[in-house]
């Protein structure tokens, strides 16, 4: 069954989130680049990301600085910068080609506004925060499916991490595409089960032809 319709994770597969997490090491008043040697041992853990902030500051309250952000004026937003070189310029091409559009990661419901106002141009765009099921749930998937319109045989998953991604999205019956970048992607290419995705590529620029050559 041909492949009608790609779907994109957003953090480290369209989305550089090097300013992201620099702005919270900044408001936490830790270097960046300890911060960013946290983040890896982390990642190399297999341990959930939001653990980086125990990790540097054991007993921070995540959740209540989060709050004294927002209060102090800080929103969630995305900027044309963030983005990857190759995310705009992929999509483009995905959706002049024929191919339908969506992305759809673990993000605040402002990520679904901020990826419209920067004017990504996609089919659906969804979060998980508005969907009330994050990844790697296969209720996450299987609502990709849902909103998608077509059967999970047609629909590839775009993604950089091999646990959030590439194989749940295996499990629902998607073709599962892994990029890597990022300290997620980076990381796992070295895993046994990189071996477990149907595509791997180094840039967005490669899809198309990769999506192309699979029968």
């Known amino acids: 069954m041909p492949i009608t319709t790609v779907v994109f994770d957003v953090g480290e597969t369209l989305v550089d989130e090097t300013r992201h997490w620099t702005d919270w090491a900044?408001?936490?008043?830790?270097?960046?680049?300890?911060?960013?040697?946290?983040?890896?041992?982390i990642v190399?853990?297999?341990?959930?990301?939001?653990?980086?902030?125990?990790?540097v500051r054991p007993g921070y309250d995540h959740e209540a600085e989060a709050a004294r952000r927002q209060a102090a004026g800080w929103t969630y937003r995305l900027e044309r910068g963030d983005f990857y070189a190759d995310a705009f310029p992929c999509?483009?091409?995905?959706?002049?080609?024929?191919?339908?559009v969506g992305i759809s990661g673990n993000q605040p419901e402002a990520a679904e506004i901020s990826l419209k106002e920067?004017?990504?141009?996609?089919?659906?765009?969804?979060s998980s925060t508005s969907w009330g099921v994050e990844k790697p749930s296969q209720a996450?998937?299987?609502?990709v499916v849902?909103?998608?319109?077509?059967?999970?045989?047609?629909?590839?998953?775009?993604?950089?991490?091999?646990?959030?991604?590439?194989?749940?999205?295996k499990v629902v019956g998607m073709t599962a595409?892994?990029?890597?970048?990022?300290?997620w992607g980076i990381v796992h290419a070295g895993w046994?089960?990189?071996?477990?995705?149907?595509?791997?590529?180094?840039?967005?620029?490669e899809l198309r032809k990769a999506l192309a050559s699979i029968i």
């Open 26 to 41: 900044s408001w936490m008043g830790v270097p960046t680049f300890t911060f960013f040697a946290a983040m890896g041992v």
């Open 44 to 55: 190399e853990r297999r341990r959930p990301h939001r653990e980086v902030f125990d990790l």
């Open 91 to 100: 999509l483009t091409d995905l959706r002049s080609h024929g191919y339908r």
């Open 118 to 126: 920067v004017g990504v141009a996609a089919d659906f765009i969804a």
């Open 140 to 143: 996450f998937f299987e609502r």
């Open 146 to 169: 849902q909103v998608a319109g077509c059967p999970a045989a047609e629909i590839a998953y775009v993604g950089d991490r091999l646990d959030n991604d590439v194989l749940p999205a």
């Open 177 to 183: 595409v892994f990029i890597r970048r990022g300290p």
């Open 192 to 205: 046994p089960e990189a071996a477990q995705a149907d595509v791997r590529l180094d840039s967005l620029s």
